[in-house]
């Protein structure tokens, strides 16, 4: 496809959009703040970008453009410089029993008598 004929398409759903919620060209044109001309010149792939996000908004469909423009993930190295340090292995703890000496003099833990 083209420049001119993706540029057309997007307006092409505006169109569809607009006409989906039942609002005419001229109420959407006033709140958007541009006139008729301007509004039918973005359906037809013309205008600017400002006016697209204007009429988007007003359509209540402004979460539309993370669909047509999402934001880029971080790479995998990125994202493992953010994660941070993890623990890789668990250590062994030795806990203090009680101890106890037995005839021959070796030391038996957990005998307390």
């Known amino acids: 496809m083209t ?18 919620q039942n609002m005419t060209q001229q109420a959407l044109a006033d709140e958007i703040g541009i006139t008729p001309k301007s509004y039918r010149q973005l359906v037809a792939g013309g205008g600017k970008l400002e006016n697209m996000v204007a009429a988007l908004r007003a359509l209540n469909a402004l979460e539309q453009l993370e669909n047509f423009l999402p934001a880029t993930p971080p790479s995998p190295l990125e994202q493992l410089k953010l994660r941070g340090k993890q623990r890789q292995r668990a250590r062994h703890t030795t ?4 101890t106890a000496n037995t005839a021959e003099g070796v030391e038996e833990p957990g005998l307390d008598w």
């Open 95 to 98: 806990y203090k029993t009680a």
């Open 3 to 20: 420049n001119a004929s993706v540029a057309a398409e997007l307006g092409n759903r505006l169109e569809a959009l607009r006409l989906a």
